[in-house]
């Protein structure tokens, strides 16, 4: 329906958060570049369901675009689905570019700390 919504809202304030943090030259330990790998997932994968969406019939070419927004029964599914499938699609794409983001640092670590020791 329309669950993909809110992993593109979350692309949305995160695209606009790393654009102010590039611009004010913010870029400690490449934060923009890490933002942008989550980005670009969200945006992907929210890409990729609303095609699977479109695919299936729930998102039309006119007003109100979205199949389950015409009257309120509908509505209402629409947004606990949005509240419930959305949020937690949203929150488990980030906890992964997380825990990449912290595997990352890590083995950057484990390389510094390689390079320096054999430079000994």
């Known amino acids: 329906m329309a669950c993909f919504l809110v992993p593109a809202a979350e692309a949305a304030v995160v695209t606009i958060a790393t654009k102010i943090a590039e611009a004010k030259g913010v870029n400690p330990d490449g934060f923009v ?3 942008k790998w989550l980005t670009n997932t969200l945006w992907g994968g929210s890409a990729l369901l609303a095609f699977e969406h479109a695919w299936h019939g729930e998102i039309i ?3 109100p675009f979205l199949t389950n927004a015409v009257d309120a ?4 599914e629409m947004f606990h689905e949005m509240a419930t499938v959305g949020v937690i699609m949203a929150l488990l794409i980030t906890a992964v570019w997380g825990i990449s ?6 083995i950057a670590k484990r ?8 430079d000994k």
């Open 33 to 35: 570049k890490k933002t």
């Open 61 to 63: 070419p006119t007003f």
């Open 73 to 76: 029964a509908d509505r209402a």
């Open 101 to 106: 983001v912290a595997v990352t640092a890590v």
């Open 111 to 118: 390389n510094k700390t390689a390079t320096e020791a054999s």
